[in-house]
């Protein structure tokens, strides 16, 4: 019975995409136009200025047949979003890219990152990864099932969000305190995955289920004011440094969840002999502290997503080359798994610096919130799967994302949410998100308009 329904599933597919064909070369030229415009539009948060992208955005979906609307708590930073609807059979999916970028420091960069330059068959341009990439592949998606008059089971929305990066209050935290009739969707689409690319041929495409949740840890180490020349036992730099010493070394428990564990089974399937062994060995709690250590020296990817993480990334302290300061300060950039209980994390943490002197709390009141992973047995998941095999003969693989997206907002609201993105090379590590002279290949970029066409497809006409 099972297989009768595979094959069922695998013929309505085909007729899919026999009914709304496409012929990606020769939209090309139209994605590259889209994508370099807003690449060219300064919305480095801070400020934002996000309702310059959604304006432009907004234009190219009128032309296209698509109305869409504005939303935004703050005038220069809006919120988009389009619909167009199916039958209403099936709740709604929701692609969701969004318009903010990191700021970009012009002189470390070797082009300028808001001029959309190609060279040597890369795009480069503040956002090439981060997000407009999806933004683009969303607007193509919706100008497509538009244009060909893509008969849909259930509605496909797309938001080009304000404030990812670090201000959801302008973003997904308004939108859905205050509208959230107009994205409320069964499934979500988002960043935060990766079509890994190893020797000019897919491994595995990585689709994030979860994510750790970012919880800064701020210390304050206290002592005595004095002069440079007179060593004194209450410096209070020599016990910050002693404190932040402890806490970045400080390795915190392992253990596995739902989305880790299927990760390294799958993952070990496909690897070779010596990887898979490490791979299994990570699953077996007799033999997992030999392959964490591994990790730890070799794959600090790998290393993150199985513990709670914490890594000192500021150090404030003194004014004066001559002057003992009475006060020094580190920040602990702490990525917590999402089942961690933080009251106790803490207590552990100020346990493992063991010093009265240096004060340990959290730097901020708790943003993007904890959820439970989305399911791997649902028609996206499974559409994503079959997508992945038929373009690129190349398994799936669920996992845990170390960063943050606003699909953590989402999944809190019962969507089940997952993160994709393009072809990522392990032969060119550079130009990343939020890196200098970010990039993105453009035969990459066009595949990852392509997988999420096939997906929406897929998950949307069956």
């Not at 513990?307 to 300061?325: C, D, E, H, Y």
Request: net charge negative.
């Amino acid at each position: 019975m099972k297989a009768i329904a595979c094959c069922l599933l695998l013929a309505l597919s085909a007729a899919a995409r026999e009914s709304y064909p496409v012929d990606w070369s020769q939209l090309e030229p139209e994605i590259l136009e889209y994508f370099t415009t807003l690449l060219k539009i300064d919305t480095s948060n801070p400020p934002g200025n996000e309702t310059n992208a959604a304006q432009a955005i907004r234009a190219i979906l009128e032309r296209g047949g698509v109305s869409s609307q504005l939303f935004a708590l703050e005038p220069a930073r809006a919120n988009l979003v389009a619909r167009i609807k199916g039958n209403g059979s099936k709740r709604p999916i929701l692609l969701m890219g969004h318009t903010d970028v990191v700021g970009a420091q012009r002189e470390r960069w070797t082009v300028d990152p808001f001029a959309a330059i190609s060279k040597n068959g890369f795009i480069f341009g503040r956002g090439a990864v981060d997000d407009k990439d999806h933004a683009v592949a969303d607007l193509m998606t919706m100008l497509l099932l538009q244009r060909l008059h893509v008969k849909l089971n259930r509605d496909v929305i797309f938001l080009a969000e304000a404030g990812e990066e670090g201000t959801p209050r302008v973003g997904i935290d308004y939108m859905i305190r205050e509208h959230w009739p107009e994205i409320d969707a069964e499934y979500a689409l988002a960043e935060g995955g990766s079509i890994a690319e190893e020797n000019g041929k897919v491994h595995h495409v990585l689709i994030a289920t979860t994510e750790k949740v970012p919880r800064g840890v701020r210390l304050v180490a206290t002592g005595v004011a004095g002069h440079g020349s007179r060593p004194i036992m209450q410096n209070a730099v020599v016990h910050l440094a002693s404190a932040v010493a402890r806490a970045g070394t400080w390795q915190t428990p392992m253990r596995l969840n739902a989305a880790t564990r299927t990760y390294f089974e799958r993952l070990a399937a496909i690897s070779p002999p010596a990887l898979a062994a490490r791979y299994r060995q990570i699953l077996d709690p007799a033999r997992a502290a030999q392959a964490d250590q591994w990790f730890r020296e070799h794959e600090p990817g790998h290393y993150s997503i199985v513990r709670t993480s914490v890594v000192p990334t500021i150090l404030k302290a003194g004014f004066r080359s001559n002057v003992i300061p009475s006060e020094a300060e580190a920040y602990l950039d702490v990525r917590a798994l999402p089942d961690e209980d933080m009251p106790r994390f803490l207590a552990e943490l100020k346990r493992v610096i063991g010093d009265p002197s240096v004060a340990a709390s959290f730097a901020q009141a708790e943003g993007r919130p904890a959820s439970p992973p989305s399911r791997i047995d649902t028609d996206l998941f499974h559409a994503l799967e079959a997508v992945g095999r038929r373009m690129f003969n190349a398994p799936t693989l669920p996992g845990m994302l170390t960063g943050a997206t606003d699909n953590a907002q989402l999944r809190a609201r019962g969507v089940q949410a997952y993160g994709f993105g393009p072809i990522i090379a392990s032969s060119d590590p550079l130009g990343g998100a939020h890196s200098d002279d970010e990039r993105i290949a453009t035969q990459s970029l066009m595949k990852m308009v392509e997988y999420l066409w096939n997906t929406v497809l897929e998950v949307g006409t069956n």
